[in-house]
């Protein structure tokens, strides 16, 4: 039997007669935003991050990690300040990975973005986050929050913090 491709529904994706609820995508998407922080050598600060376009169909994924053939050697990684120099956070992996145009898609990402990685899905006209809120007390990384949450907003982006705490408390 030749099945048609617009006739074709993943048995992963295919409920019992039922549409999937937006809650249910973005449940399913976040998850698979987990999965990609699992891929990253951050021995310290794992994030994973998804873009996906509105309907759904298409997706890139992103992961921290050092520019590409940049040598992961134990003792960078173990370098704090080295560590964050030179680490290209996941969201902007999802984004450059991205064999579509992602303006209007749904940026999904395990920890808040930071402010630099606001500024870049703010441009490349995300039009919608999805992530743990950002603990805007952190000594570290609050005030980077605070940016991100200004920018998202003059961006006009829709924020939707999942009621989950991120690891580390962030
Ligand atoms: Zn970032």
């Not at 994973?48 to 890139?60: E, I, L, N």
Request: some cysteine; glycine content about 8%.
């Amino acid at each position: 039997m030749i099945v048609e491709p617009l006739d074709f529904v993943a048995p992963s994706i295919a409920t019992e007669g039922e549409n999937t609820s937006a809650e249910e995508w973005d449940a399913r998407f976040y998850k698979l935003a987990e999965q990609a922080a699992s891929w990253s050598k951050d021995p310290i600060r794992r994030v994973g991050s998804v873009v996906v376009t509105p309907d759904c169909r298409s997706f890139s994924l992103g992961y921290n990690g050092f520019p590409r053939g940049y040598p992961d050697a134990k003792e960078l990684l173990m370098d704090e300040e080295l560590r964050q120099m030179l680490m290209v956070h996941g969201e902007i992996n999802a984004i450059l990975n991205s064999p579509f145009d992602v303006a209007g898609s749904t940026l999904y990402a395990t920890k808040f973005p930071c402010h630099k990685c606001a500024g870049v899905i703010a441009n490349a006209r995300i039009s919608r986050i999805v992530s743990p809120p950002g603990n805007l007390d952190h000594p570290k990384w609050g005030t980077s929050y605070k940016l991100a949450h200004d920018i998202f907003r003059w961006a006009g982006l829709e924020v939707k913090g999942l009621g989950i705490i991120a690891p580390g408390g962030e």
